[in-house]
């Protein structure tokens, strides 16, 4: 009789576990097709907000906190005007970031939207974060990398931070155009882990290719 209670509290949990899992993979789903539809800092924050309730409700699980912190990472890069709200944007984003790294502190994709997130740091300021920020931006991208030697996302970060040093000494960017192109050509090789892994950059390395022309 006790080998059957147990057996049926196991049965029971299990499937408990795996409907939990299927509503977590149809609600991250639905909310990562939101992505699209952005089109405003409002629109991004709204949307950053559904990622924190996702995170509060699967708190083992580090991909809500992922697009929490980027939503607020764009929302810097589109805010033209007040500084202090670029900051305050990564401010939050830098919360999800470091729980992140608690939760998987060996996955590429964390450190490459670290660097991005550093690489929002040093926009707000370039003239006096440049050296801190550009030199933490290049580690992440280069632990990123050390992890996972063909994540695009951390190819094309680091060689948005090549062209931008390039530019900033005074040096031609487009030396950089071959690689953009081989990088853009590639892109459908890798495999993202599961369909709610970062999927982004393809288009952005587009436009660095379509400008080079």
Known sequence: MKKNILSI???FL??????????YFQVMGETLGGFQNCKTIDDFQALGNKFSLISNSEQAEWLPLYYHAQC???MSFMETT???KKDAYLD???KSLEKMLTLAPAESEIYALQ???????LVVDPMTRGQQYGALSGQAVGKALALD???PRAKFIKLQNDMGTAQFFGNDPKAFCPKAKELLEKWDEFKPKSPLHPKWGKQQVAGIVESCK
């Open 82 to 84: 007040d500084v202090a």
């Open 92 to 94: 939050v984003a830098e």
């Open 72 to 74: 607020y990472i764009i």
């Open 149 to 151: 030697a063909n994540n």
């Open 115 to 121: 660097a991005m997130f550093y690489s929002a740091r």
């Open 14 to 23: 299990s499937l408990t576990a795996m409907s939990q899992s299927k509503e």
């Open 9 to 11: 509290a196991i049965l």
